[in-house]
Nanobody
């Protein structure tokens, strides 16, 4: 049973910082790449960032490049998303995801950025 538990969201002013965490269980964490997605109200789910299983390579959506950093700690079965210089358009529910089939989704964590 794959479980993904996101945390760390909250309310922050524009220009602020949040660090999201995703605690994973139910699979061999170090064997899989991980991703962060977000979904804003009324919009489709968007891929934000991805990281290889060893953490040696990352990729980002153009909208967050230079501001967000994805990382992982395989010893803790946890993937992180460091979000700096937050903008109101970053407001969304953020989800982590395992690059494997079938797809599993946790409850997500709400990020709200005020002007």
């Amino acid at each position: 049973q794959v479980q993904l538990v996101e945390s760390g969201g909250g309310l922050v002013q524009a220009g602020g910082t949040l660090r999201l965490s995703c605690a994973a269980s139910g699979f061999t964490f170090s064997s899989y790449a991980m991703r962060w997605y977000r979904q804003a109200a009324g919009k489709e789910r968007e891929l934000v960032a991805a990281i290889t299983r060893g953490g040696d390579s990352t990729n980002y959506a153009d909208s967050v490049k230079g501001r967000f950093t994805i990382s992982r700690d395989n010893a803790k079965n946890t993937v992180y998303l460091q979000m700096d210089s937050l903008k109101p358009e970053d407001t969304a529910v953020y989800y982590c995801n395992v690059v494997r089939l079938p797809t599993y989704w946790g409850q997500g964590t709400q990020v709200t950025v005020s002007s």
